[in-house]
């Protein structure tokens, strides 16, 4: 029997500069798939039908829960981004090569594939038999680029049990996904302007 070297892969950190725009995007998506595929396979081993977390909820209590939610993240992170050192703030550059050549129909298509993708996910999954609290260490933790400083891993933890609450004080998961689509929407279109600005 042949022996495996394990010697010879070695994971390499990526420097994001090395990234071309279609290679951050088959990244996206595919990492996307992959957090809906493993979502929808923790439901069905929970013996849940993913379908029934899309119940039609009466829709302005999920507009004003998300969108009034979402406003508070926005004016949040635009008093962190204004007293807060830029250097802290830092993600490596994702969100700004991510978002900031990209046409607004593109960064809505990118927030509502992120938004349904990470809320069947965390809230529609594991939130279920974890709860908001842990299941909120997780989100924070899979967002690795915010590792590196512990204001924005508070700050995305937060916003995750946010996410969770309003989950849970709705019903619905229609609630975290509009949210989560204004928040990802809003924060993309502001890399974007801002840049065209400059």
Request: a neutral charge; charged letters at 15%.
């Amino acid at each position: 029997m042949k022996k495996i070297n394990f010697d010879q892969f070695k994971l390499k950190k990526i420097d994001i500069s090395e990234l071309d725009d279609r290679m951050l995007l088959i990244n996206l998506y595919g990492t996307q798939g992959f957090i809906l595929l493993v979502g929808l396979v923790i439901m069905l081993i929970q013996r849940r039908n993913p379908l029934g977390l899309f119940d039609y909820p009466q829709l302005l209590p999920v507009l004003l829960w998300g969108v009034a939610f979402a406003a508070a993240v926005l004016i949040v992170d635009m008093l962190i981004s204004r007293y807060v050192p830029e250097e802290i703030l830092d993600d490596g550059g994702v969100n700004e090569m991510l978002f900031a050549r990209r046409p607004l129909w593109h960064i809505a298509v990118i927030s509502l594939v992120v938004s349904l993708s990470e809320e069947i996910l965390f809230r529609g999954a594991i939130q279920h038999s974890w709860g908001a609290y842990w299941t909120s260490i997780l989100f924070a933790a899979i967002h690795i680029r915010y590792l590196q400083h512990w204001l924005m891993t508070g700050l995305v933890f937060c916003i995750s049990y946010g996410l969770g609450w309003i989950y849970m004080q709705t019903g619905t998961l229609w609630t975290p996904i509009v949210a989560h689509f204004v928040i990802d929407f809003m924060m993309g279109c502001i890399l974007r302007f801002r840049r065209e600005k400059t």
